[in-house]
Every structure is written in C-alpha cells, then in structure tokens.
C-alpha cells in the first residue's frame, strides 16, 4: 500500500471517529515542507463522503404494532429534489408521533415509508436550487414521513435544517456553538447528540408555552406526563416563565423526574383523582391550561380541571386519541380548545429560525435541559417503540445509526 493511500485511509478513519479538530490540527501541520503526507490526508479528509447506492433502513408496509417496523439492510439510497438536501445521519430521535405514523393514527401518504421526524448528521448532496448547504455540512433537522428519519441517509428540506459547527462532534462533544443560519448560540456542556431531540422536541415545548397557550408569570398550568419527552420540558419552560406547574406521572419514580424538571406539584393519577387533586391544590379555582400529551386517559380530567377561560391544549394521543367532542362541553367555564402540531409552527423559513433560535437560548440559558435515557442500535427500532409504549421510559431515547 502506497503512503498516499495509507495518509487518505487514515483520514477517513478519523472522520468516521468524528474528530474533526484533529483533521484540522492535521491540515495546520500539513504546511511544512515535508507534510505531504498529513496533506494528503487533510485532503483525503475534506472530500465529501461518496454515497452508496443502498443503506440500512427501518420501513413501514402495512401499518400496525411495532413488529411493522421492519430493517431493511438494502434500502435504496434516496435522491434530493429540488430544495433539498441528503443528510448521512448519525442519530435520529424516537418520539410518541413516529407510534402513531407507524400505527396508521396520522396516516402516511406512501407505501412503504420510515418513520422518524429527527436527526442529526452531514449533508452528502444536494438537490436544485440549495444555496446555504454544501456537501460535509453537519446539520441537525426536522422532518415527516415518508422520508424519516430511522434510516442512514433522509432527504430533508433545505429550510428544516440547523448548523452544526465543524469542530462539533455530533455524537460527544462538549462546551461547543450551534449556529442556527445567522444566529449563534453557546450551548452548555453535554453532549450534542442531544441536538436533534432539542431541535424537535424543544421547539414543540417552546410552541407550546410561547404560542399555544403563552405562559404569563403567576399562571397555574397542569402539564401531563410531566416526566416525559416533551411534558417534562414543557414543564421547565412553564416554571422558567414563572408558572406554578402541576405535573402528572403514572410513577412515584417518574414523579421525582418531573419535580426536578419545575414541577412545584406531582399528580399519580393512576392512584388519586386527578380532578380532585388538581382542585384542593388551587383551593378550587383550576388551572389555566393545561398541556395533555396523554389523549384519552387524561383529556376529560383535564378539561374539568381548567378555570374560567381556561385554554385546554392538546398535543399528543399517548394513552389513544381522544374520542371525538360535543362542542358544548366548552361551555362550561367557557373554556378554549386547541390541537397543535409542530409543522404548522415552523411551515415557513423565517418560523423555523425563530422557534430554534428561542429554542437553543432557552438551552443556553439552562431553563431547557434534556434528558436522555436510552441508546438503540436502529435494528433495535421494534424494541424503542415497545419500551416507550408501555411506559418503561422517561425523558429521551435515540437510535444510533451505523456509520
């Protein structure tokens, strides 16, 4: 094997180890006389990845149970359109929504599809009409099915995508900057691979409490499954506005988790009647609103639970979907209804930037803080889904895609 080769294996070896500081260390000492070999691997290094022509893959054919997801080891590799691009991913989030794409709750328009609507990793091509990506870009982004996101490659919006700074390791890194476009933010010191979780996720918490139902300081709010994905970082945001936060959990165990998100009050309400705990906490006033992400075995509580003009936000089907309403039961109190779902938030580029930008600070400023529980290799799709669906978990769980 020649040196050249040996210089250029060695760099790809680094990159696949994410260690982009040490590439670029590498390309600095390559300028003395006799760096031609730390050349050739800087060079080695900052050529794009070649994309192969079939990756590995968790597709959905028939929707169902989680035995649906099936891993497919020789999926084809996806083409950018036009204002696209194709991400490599190196992790992708697990979420309550990819149950319900999977299950057929939010049906999917095509056959087969993966699920997942987050992930992180580099930008390997791009379709017509990018302009702001480029090819070795690390990015972390929102997206839908079909084109999830449990997959080694997704083609993903050129407007649904933040910036991940060269010297970030996507996977360990620490004490690092995300630029979201034009805006910078420090994040504190924990791992970045947390980003495509925050990116999601926080933003569907931060809409919540900024826009759904906008938080004022001496509120009391009821958030549902306050020790979960996204309840628990609703329920840091609320406290951070200066809410007194009433947290649910079904766990004694949980419900520590979900005190020590904000929580000045937790609920078991598997064990005691949410409505009547609710009320003998506000000596009988209500809350006003409340964030359910359980559905059907919390909805009816929580909207007795609601004061005067109280705002009954709805956003997740955990427990099933809620079954369908008679109009007049918001009479009572003349409380206000609302279903929300992320991409009507962020359906335009400037909605985007703002939300992940609001997001990221709220990161930075230590009011949104992330928790992550379990790691799944993506052959391990199936088992992500059953341990969240039957309550095993709390806080975040991630699939890690090979490289």
């Not at 500081?21 to 730390?38: C, E, F, H």
Request: aromatic share 6%; glycine share 8%; with cysteine.
């Amino acid at each position: 094997m020649s040196l050249a080769l040996l210089g250029a294996q060695a760099a790809r070896y680094l990159n696949a180890q994410r260690l982009p500081v040490l590439t670029s260390r590498i390309s600095q000492a390559a300028a003395g006389p006799r760096g031609w070999l730390l050349r050739a691997m800087a060079a080695a290094a900052a050529a794009p990845p070649s994309v192969p022509p079939t990756m590995q893959a968790i597709q959905v054919s028939e929707v169902g149970g989680p035995e649906m997801l099936c891993f497919v080891p020789d999926a084809p590799v996806p083409t950018p359109g036009p204002n696209t691009v194709l991400v490599r991913n190196h992790v992708a989030g697990v979420n309550f929504i990819d149950t319900y794409h999977r299950s057929g709750l939010y049906p999917v328009s095509a056959s087969p599809f993966t699920v997942g609507v987050e992930g992180a990793g580099e930008v390997v091509a791009l379709g017509a009409g990018v302009e702001d990506w480029k090819p070795g870009d690390r990015v972390a982004y929102i997206t839908r099915p079909p084109a999830g996101s449990y997959a080694q490659y997704t083609v993903v919006s050129d407007t649904k995508l933040a910036r991940v700074p060269a010297e970030v390791d996507l996977e360990m890194a620490a004490a690092s900057m995300i630029q979201v476009r034009r805006n910078r933010v420090v994040l504190p010191n924990w791992k970045v691979h947390c980003l495509p979780h925050l990116l999601r996720k926080g933003m569907t918490a931060m809409s919540l409490v900024t826009q759904a139902y906008p938080v004022q300081a001496g509120d009391t709010v009821l958030v549902t499954a306050a020790a979960g994905g996204t309840g628990r970082l609703v329920a840091q945001l609320a406290a951070a506005a200066g809410a007194r936060v009433i947290g649910t959990t079904s766990t004694a165990e949980k419900a520590e988790v979900a005190r020590q998100a904000g929580c000045s009050e937790v609920i078991l309400y598997t064990q005691q009647d949410l409505v009547s705990e609710v009320m003998r906490l506000t000596d009988g006033r209500g809350v006003a609103a409340v964030y359910d992400g359980v559905g059907r075995a919390t909805f009816d509580a929580g909207l007795a639970c609601l004061q005067k003009l109280g705002f009954m936000v709805s956003f997740g089907n955990a427990s099933g979907k809620v079954p369908d309403l008679d109009i007049l039961r918001l009479s009572r109190h003349n409380v206000r209804l609302m279903r929300t779902a992320l991409w009507d938030f962020v359906s335009t580029k400037e909605e985007f930037e703002s939300l992940s930008s609001r997001t990221l600070a709220a990161v930075a400023g230590g009011s949104l803080r992330l928790l992550i529980t379990g790691r799944y290799p993506l052959a391990e799709a199936e088992v992500s889904h059953r341990d969240l669906e039957a309550r095993k978990t709390t806080g975040k769980l991630l699939l890690q895609l090979p490289s």
